[in-house]
């Protein structure tokens, strides 16, 4: 890992590496035999080399929202998936002892994946939201809709309505 001089050929395989997944910059570096430092430096001294590494890193993150979307439109919509089941039995033994499996029946099975209602909800309520709305709202408001009326009370005031309240509450 001695590469230190600045090779187009590493450079294109690094771009390569941010573009097609989320590798760290240590496996990066391991997988095109330069040290981290190598990648540090390269960045720093060459403008070129920081500006495909960031163009990559935004393809990729742009391809990462267009698979969410693929993805999020199958939960909205439910998909068809086969499941395959094979039923294997064993053989007689062959001139050496020697018994190997026999398939005895193959089934495919399709399955409907029903709509996924969480999906269908974060959908409606992200992208509709003015007619799907996630959120309650709580209004208090005084005597028939009016205002609420705040009376502000020294302490003493205070004591006399609580001296009074328990008048009220134990007559003697």
Known sequence: MAASK????????I???VESD?????EICKNVGINKQTYYDWKEKYPEFFDAIKN??????????IEAKKSLMKK??????????VTMVESKPDSNGISK?????????KKHIAPDTTA??????NLDGENFK???YTELTGKNGGAIFVEKLTDEEIAEKISALEKIQNPK
């Open 134 to 136: 996630n959120r309650s």
């Open 76 to 85: 909205i919509k439910g998909y068809e998936v086969e499941e395959k089941h």
């Open 15 to 17: 771009i390569e590496m």
């Open 120 to 125: 269908i909800i974060f959908s409606l309520t």
């Open 22 to 26: 989320s590798y760290t910059i240590e």
């Open 101 to 109: 499996p026999k398939i005895k029946e193959q089934k495919v099975i």
């Open 56 to 65: 990559a890193q935004l393809k990729f993150n742009q391809n990462v929202v």
């Open 6 to 13: 600045y090779i187009p050929e590493i450079v294109d395989k």
